[in-house]
């Protein structure tokens, strides 16, 4: 199997079950989704950043469908002006190249350095999808399982809302746009109502 083989013996270690999907190599989101057809997970992607001083990094899981820029992750994480971490760095701390970044590469992290937020849309999710340590394969295990990988690794992590849910879920966004109509309608109907009551009583203010 494709894939670093310390984790695959944490893996078995900690009683996590896994899906292994082998494919050709898959730097980038796009390529991959090319072989995720099909499954039922909610794939990832994985954005590992430095801090200016860069003496802290952090890695950022979300949803690989979600649009966000640095300096949208900046305002939510509130760790100061962050940069894409070098792949000097993301060798030194997580032990992958560039493409095959994966929380799967904490196992490299012996001394507990890097600060790992998940973005809190993922607990909707039954299963995630992450490359194990290489592009050229993905692992698809139970979201409470990433979780349990997470505690056991023993770096600071923790979930934290990084975007709205809209266009990432039909029936998330199906209730959304019904609660905002209902509330149009109701202001909508509050208005006529107040302007009716005005009106009868002489007055033509709308308020």
């Not at 305002?75 to 030194?92: D, N, V």
């Not at 607990?123 to 290489?134: G, K, L, M, N, W």
């Not at 056991?152 to 923790?158: A, D, F, K, S, V």
């Amino acid at each position: 199997m494709n894939g670093d083989p310390k984790l695959y013996e944490l893996l078995e270690q900690l009683g996590i079950a896994y899906e292994y999907i082998e494919h050709p190599e898959a730097p980038t989101i796009e390529i991959a989704k090319q072989y995720w057809a099909g499954h039922d997970a909610r794939h990832c992607k994985n954005l590992f950043f430095r801090n200016h001083k860069g003496n802290q990094h952090y890695l950022v899981l979300l949803d690989c469908d979600a649009e966000m820029n640095i300096h949208a992750i900046e305002q939510q994480l509130h760790q100061g002006k962050l940069s894409f971490a070098s792949p000097e760095r993301l060798m030194k701390y997580l032990g992958v190249k560039p493409g095959s970044v994966t929380p799967f590469g904490l196992i490299n992290d012996v001394e507990h350095h890097v600060i790992v937020f998940v973005d809190r849309n993922l607990q909707q999710a039954e299963r995630v999808s992450y490359h194990p340590c290489e592009n050229t394969a993905s692992l698809i295990i139970k979201r409470a399982d990433l979780e349990k990988f997470l505690d056991y690794q023993g770096n600071r992590w923790e979930w934290i809302d990084l975007y709205w849910l809209l266009n990432l879920n039909p029936s998330y966004e199906k209730n959304i746009l019904s609660t905002l109509l209902h509330f149009v309608v109701f202001v909508g109907c509050s208005a006529a109502v107040c302007t009716y009551s005005r009106e009868y009583k002489g007055e033509k203010r709308i308020f």
